[in-house]
């Protein structure tokens, strides 16, 4: 799917000097002479906005267009920096550059203002961000739905080594990129019950009305031709958010409660990874922004003058998740409550309409609700998911399985509890109402099939597909690695960004000596600037020559940076045991942020810190061995480690990690891969070939036959002596002489639970590192394994990944 890239920016030099100008004095009330780097990361943003405004309307929003409108509806979107990307997309990167310096300013000073939009907590939210991005690469007319949160993800700093969350304030007094639409308000209704009309209907009486106010965020295609938009909602309560009678009385507290209730509805995210909280508050948030949206896109469907009957063939709801599912309820309140259709008419747009993805078979990540709290808040929802359970129960699942009792449990939206209350599943009802069920990666969509949902993969034969995942050439190549793409742009033409897989012209090159100089000479550079950024952050010097052996992502017990730790710790044992052994130097780098409630989660944390102080400062290592934890992991951190990085550790527990991102990413810039046989990492050591990635670990079958017979760490520990020595310097207080019981729950946990079981894969891990220092000694060898990495990953690109979409899953183009 290649889309030509246009020749010359949208706009000119000069036009471009005298917008950004303006933007300057009128807006900000400054002058060239005087602005600050965030006066102009400000008027540069905005001068970008507007040119991206005036193509929205000639491209996605353009009413005449026939293709089907595509509306990702997610929690989440992890956004990062918007200037740098937008400068690149638009062609105007040079020119700004060029212009800031005429006025004796740094570009790289300018877009480092930009506070990263985090309004995400991982992998989810940062797929929804790169699809955003494809979708208008692809000339998808497509909306991203989502909450414009006041605040994002925490911010993580490192107190003596644990972790301290901060409140992360994005954007106190606005964002640049954000355009307010108050006339497309919409208004909700929560709690209240149910009345009888006139004419014995049912009847919603909403006990609370709230409004969403959309912010409107412009997204460019590569050249800035093609626009799509996201739409952010942000709450507000009614017409009288200040109780006047109460005010007066001198009450102020609780006469503002109304304004406090309705601001914390997209007040802020949750930081939870892999397990949802069954809060009130985040099920108020998921049916907020999920009406909100609803009602504009019905709103602008009435508005094109076309009937409500053809809504699904105009606009197709793609579900992040179950965060958004109560969508399948609401959308059919409103066909039938609202827009007076019956109950089969209203199923078959709805059906027709929504499509779910997963994103993980944990079993305690799959959401549930208690039935009497989503009916408390949403009465009329809870009638109508029982509707749809008993048609379901009555009609397709009775045909089906009869009064198998066993499997009608197993398919129902409801669990019933012994305390009497009732769960209800949103991935069952996410399945029942809809058209195509997505996982992420082969081996993931595989497992859906087979283990989590069987029975509906029977009933509905070719629902349930796979769409694996990408991630964007254009933020994660072209915009995060520049040395790379002019080295690319010299040798293969520049077609690459919005066509990844010209990448595969490379494959020749790893046979040219210069070439392979070349790739390792912008790696060297790369791990350079990241070496100045670990001094600052970090203050450890870091030799630049050695290995980067790189974790980034959430700290999960399944993705076992617990394994690399033990891994650190022999090779730290085996360096002193052996001095002058020649040993490959290396540099683990680790970016992590923990679920404020993840107790284990932060105390692994601790102990990378605790540990990674102690190998620092030993001097006997000769500088052969450092360990950073860089704080505050995030998009705009992430785009300064990938290109730096040599190893990239991909180690969950087979069967754990439905895709994996970074995976990509890492891989496209050349970092060689350690995994497991996980997620996307199947795929992409089929595409890298056997000999360019180092496998290790049990696979999801031999996984399952060890829970099976049942799993004991504690034979691992006992019977492995490298193994032992690294778990009993945790428990015994080798890295923290002051708290020796410091580092103990750890390796507790290690050997009687290691529920993700790292002590299994030790051994074969450990053997797979030793085959990683050895080849890293043999720089031909490396660095050609390097080049065919990056030339075989162009499968990665979420431009693919949304191509599938539409042809697999939306039927849209
Ligand atoms: C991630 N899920 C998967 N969930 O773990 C990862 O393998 C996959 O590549 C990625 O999705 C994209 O498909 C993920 O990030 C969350 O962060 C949820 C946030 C809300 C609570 C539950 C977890």
Redesign the pocket.
Known sequence: MSQKKSETPLMDHNTFTVELEKHLRRELGTTPKRATAHDWWQALSLTLRDINLDQLQQSSLDESQQDRHVCYLS??FLMGRLLGDALMNLGLYETAATLLQSHGVRISDVLDQERDMSL????????AACFMDSLANQNIPATGYGINYRYGLFRQAFVDGYQKEMPDVWREFGSPWETCRPSETVEIGLFGHMEMDRDGNNRWVPGKKLFGVPWDITIPSFGGQYVNRLRLWESLVGAYPIDLDKYNQGEYLEACRNLVDGDTISGVL?P?????QGKDLRLIQQYFFTACSLKDIIRQHKQRGLPMGSLAKHYALQLN?T?PAIAIPELMRLLMDEEGMVWNQAWAITQEMCHY?N??LLPE?LEKWSASLLGRILPRHLQIIEMINYVFLNGEAKEQWGDNLEIIQKVSIFEELDNGDRMIRMANLSVIGSRRVNG??AL?SGLVKANLFPEFDTLYPGKLVNVT?GVTPRRWLAHCNPGLARLLDRNIGTDWRTDLDQLEKLTPLAESPDFLDAFANVRFKNKERLARLIEKECKVTVNPNALFDVQIK?LHEYKRQQLNLLHIISLYHEMLDNPDADHTPRVFVFGAKAAPGYVLAKQIILAINKIAQVINNDRRLDDRLKVVFLPDYRVSLAEQIIPAADLSEQISTAGF?????GNMKLGLNGALTIGTLD??NVEIAEAVGDDNIFIFGKTVDEIAALQQQGYNPYHYYESNPVLKRAIDSLMNGSFCQHKPDLLKPVAEDLMHRDQFMALADFESYREAQQEVSETFRKPRLWWRKAVLNTARLGRFSSDRSIADYAEKVWNSK
Not at 272 to 276: A, C, H, K, L, N
């Open positions: 929690m989440e995400g907590n991982g992998g989810l939210g940062r797929l949750y939870e990874d892999s397990t949802p998740d965060h993805t994103h993980t990540a992420v990666a993931h995942n959430r990690e439905a895709s994996g991102t997620g996307a």
